[in-house]
């Protein structure tokens, strides 16, 4: 374990609302010693003056690909990928091949991961079988196994059947898991390409109402306020779903959300381009979708910042708009993003960003030793220069995937440092690692 | 001229109105004994075609040939080359080291044509992609109007039936509207976009009411299968509402015209004993297709940029043929600007 001192940077630790300038000693996984000045001796001093020192990000929605696609991504890929964006800890979705529906998978994504020891992750599990929708997977042994799944979701879908999903967020309750739903009422949405408006009309792309999402979610809301469980509603997209939020929270139901940094940025109007690196599920919406999407993360109803990182292979991308599959990669640009764009825009400030990105998420997962940055917890934090500029340049992702819609973008913020489990493994915005078999 | 025609957004009036002189003398052509003029010889068009189509591919081979290009037809399957994991950017650039000069693509999935023209040096033309655009037959219909009232401005152009799936819709309002005309759409609320209204069209659900007004009506066919989408009950409801009749063809104004991009489903669209009527253009829509596609293949591949005639013929060692008269005409105003000489020492060096 690596004995730094990172010298002169912003400390902005949300949960305990600090933002000043204090140094951060790390040693033995655990930060050792918070303050100003504080003594160099046995330490390698780092110099991070003008620089962030945060917990790191937890991202609650990637797509890590492994086992099944690993031409598209491996636990590897996306970890470097991660651990390069700032991220010390982010849920890996179930739609793998075969798919994360028992506890075997689970264990293995786990095992896999915490080998490599580049970033925690925690494999969530899938609520139907197969993620087809018609028997209850093996819930119970996923929540008990080693991998100790909390989240479990049919991602890339909803759950379609609403009897089998209340009967789900009962038997997930009694887990005290968390039950996550990708909103889509599917006889709405089949074969849609694109959000349903004006640009869907003209292109004569085939659209995807709002009222798919929010059809589901306000079925999804019904069965968490009967059921009780902990719902988490994925990539809220449309301004009747961060209503419908609000809504419930304000009478109470057990609720989080999660917002991705394009549905805060992007519009429908990018599709006027049919590349279809703009394709993605919930697809792009309209400005004031947007607007809706950015008010709601900065009154409180959204709870975190989440990627849905969703690695493609370029020959895919690269097919006809209605063949390419959906989806859109963010581990590596996502605080560069949300810096220039949400935080640049006025939306929330950098201490609110990065709470969103880190401390909430972690609170919502109830993941030990993540989120905070406290005198003898686990080192797990992020520097980051908030004024770099960058030019995105997919060549030069740890992704094995390119399908990034801000290729060639000026950005602002780069990740400079990343420590997870008091190990240094980015340093100076490269990963740095001593695992054997990783790649330095 | 433009190099790709992948949407009518992209030609402004100047140019449709070019295009459409221009048509005038492939029209010519097209009535004389031997229909060929040599302006596109030793060049190569692909008609490249991911759904099945043979009015349109042979309208565009017909156009090429008239102008003396070589044709190739690329009939693919999308699904098929998918399957066999070669990507459509793969398609692209295969026949982009075969050097073709123009590729028209037809393809199931909009904007097709767009992506194609960013991987690919030759020119693109779209004949039809998805429900997206199909400007080629805008610009026919646009002739074909024009041919009849000697104008675009202020007329009444009805389109009727599914304005949703149709590409030719989408691309006959934006070449109407641009020209001067008026539209109002008809169709059952199921066929047509909620956001239409906004495009600068009147929209109507009431075909007896709108068919007085108009000085041309335009039916778009019906694609069987959206019975069993739910968009209409029966095809025998949809043409009791919007097919048209003989008692709906007798609230038309005399002079008015009644267009189809075909193939028409008699009985569907237009009683079968409508469908013989004088006014109903649906042939001369077709003969103007092959004028305005020779037009546009001129325009975007020929003008100053070819090497002269005569300058080919020297560098292949064989006399100057002489034009005949009948030519001159059409190419006023557009002869090559590199003079023989001055091609040839270019080679020579």
Excluded at chain 1, 61 to 81: C, K, M, N, Y
Excluded at chain 1, 229 to 255: C, E, N, P, W, Y
Excluded at chain 2, 210 to 220: A, F, G, H
Aim: negative net charge.
């Amino acid at each position: 374990m690596d004995r730094v001192l990172f010298r002169g940077g912003r400390l902005i630790d949300p949960a305990s609302g600090t933002d000043a300038t204090t140094d951060v000693a790390i040693a033995d996984g655990v930060v050792v010693d918070l303050g100003p000045r504080l003594s160099s001796s046995g330490f390698d001093v780092i110099e991070i003056e003008g620089a962030v020192i945060c917990p790191g990000f937890v991202d609650m929605h990637v797509h890590l690909r492994e086992p099944g696609r690993e031409d598209e991504e491996t636990i590897l890929s996306g970890s470097t990928a991660a651990a390069r964006g700032g991220f010390t800890a982010m849920c890996a979705m179930p739609n793998t091949d075969p798919v994360c529906d028992n506890a075997a998978v689970a264990e293995k994504v786990a095992s896999a991961a915490a080998r490599l020891g580049l970033v925690q992750v925690l494999p969530a599990g899938a609520i139907t079988q197969g993620l087809q929708g018609n028997q209850i997977a093996a819930i119970g042994e996923m929540a008990a196994s080693a991998a100790g799944v909390r989240l479990f979701t049919d991602d890339g879908k909803g759950v379609q059947d609403s009897r089998l999903l209340r009967r789900a967020m009962e038997y997930i309750k009694g887990f005290d898991a968390i039950c996550a739903e990708h909103c889509e009422e599917v006889s709405l949405s089949e074969d849609g390409q694109m959000h349903e408006g004006y640009f869907s009309d003209i292109l004569g792309l085939k659209g995807i109402p709002a009222e798919a999402e929010e059809i589901a979610l306000s079925r999804d809301l019904a069965l968490a306020r009967l059921t009780g469980v902990r719902f988490h509603a994925m990539h809220v997209s449309t301004a009747g779903s961060v209503d419908l939020i609000r809504r419930a929270k304000a009478q109470g139901v057990r609720l989080t959300a999660e917002v991705t940094p394009h549905h805060l940025t992007l519009t429908d109007a990018e599709l006027q381009s049919f590349d279809p690196i703009f394709k993605v599920n919930p697809p792009l919406r309209t400005a004031g979708d947007v607007e809706a999407c950015r008010r709601g993360l900065a009154d409180g109803t959204i709870d975190a910042i989440a990627t849905d990182h969703a690695p493609h292979a370029q020959q895919e991308k690269e097919a006809e708009f209605e063949l390419a599959p959906p989806g859109m990669i963010g581990l590596e640009t996502a605080l560069s993003v949300i810096l220039t764009e949400v935080v640049g825009d006025g939306v929330v400030s950098l201490p609110e960003a990065i709470r969103l990105l880190s401390a909430s998420p972690a609170r919502t997962l109830r993941l030990q030793g993540q989120g905070e940055v406290v005198q003898g917890g686990a080192a797990n934090l992020t520097v980051f220069d908030p004024e770099a500029e960058v030019i995105v340049d997919p060549a030069a992702f740890a992704s094995r995937s390119r399908n990034s819609p801000w290729a060639g973008r000026r950005l602002k913020g780069k990740v400079l440092y990343t420590v997870f489990a008091g190990n240094l493994v980015v340093r100076e915005g490269e990963v740095v690692s001593r695992v054997a078999g990783v790649p330095a | 001229m433009i190099k790709h025609l992948l949407s009518m957004d992209q030609l402004s009036v100047d140019q449709i109105e070019l295009v459409l002189r221009t048509a005038d003398s492939f029209r010519e052509v097209g009535k004389r004994t031997i229909k060929k003029v040599p302006v596109l010889r030793g060049r190569t068009v692909c008609n490249l075609f991911y759904e099945p189509s043979t009015r349109t591919r042979i309208s565009f081979e017909l156009a090429a040939k008239r102008l003396s290009a070589d044709v190739i037809n690329f009939v693919a399957d999308s699904k098929s080359s998918v399957a066999k994991g070669e990507s459509f950017k793969d398609t692209a650039l295969t026949l982009q080291a075969m050097g073709v000069d123009a590729i028209v693509v037809r393809h199931t999935s909009a904007g097709a044509p767009k992506r194609l023209s960013q991987w690919v040096d030759a020119s693109v033309l779209n004949a039809g992609d998805g429900a997206n655009e199909h400007p080629t037959q805008a610009l026919l219909d646009l002739y074909s109007i024009r041919e009849r009232f000697g104008t675009l401005e202020g007329v009444r152009v009805g389109i009727v039936g599914d304005l949703s799936h149709s590409r030719v819709a989408r691309s006959n309002i934006k070449g109407l509207t641009k020209m001067g005309a008026q539209v109002i759409a008809v169709g059952p609320p199921t066929l047509l976009p909620l956001t239409l209204a906004s495009w600068g069209v009147e929209v109507s659900s009431e075909l007896d009411s709108v068919l007085p007004k108009l000085d041309v009506v335009y039916l778009l066919r019906v694609q069987r299968e959206r019975q069993s989408e739910q968009l209409f009950p029966t095809l025998r409801e949809y043409a009791t509402f919007w097919g048209l009749d003989r008692r709906r063809v007798e609230l038309l104004k005399p002079e008015a015209l009644i267009m189809h991009p075909g193939p028409i489903n008699r009985g569907v669209e237009i009683s079968s004993d409508m469908s013989d009527l004088a006014r109903f253009i649906i042939a001369e829509q077709v003969t103007n297709g092959i004028a305005v596609r020779a037009a546009l293949l001129y325009l975007m591949l020929g003008g100053p940029q070819i090497p002269s005639e005569d300058a080919l013929v020297n560098l292949a060692g064989e006399a100057p043929e002489r034009r005949p008269d009948s030519q001159q005409s059409l190419f006023e105003g557009v002869e090559p600007s590199v003079s023989a000489g001055a091609h040839l020492g270019g080679l020579r060096g």
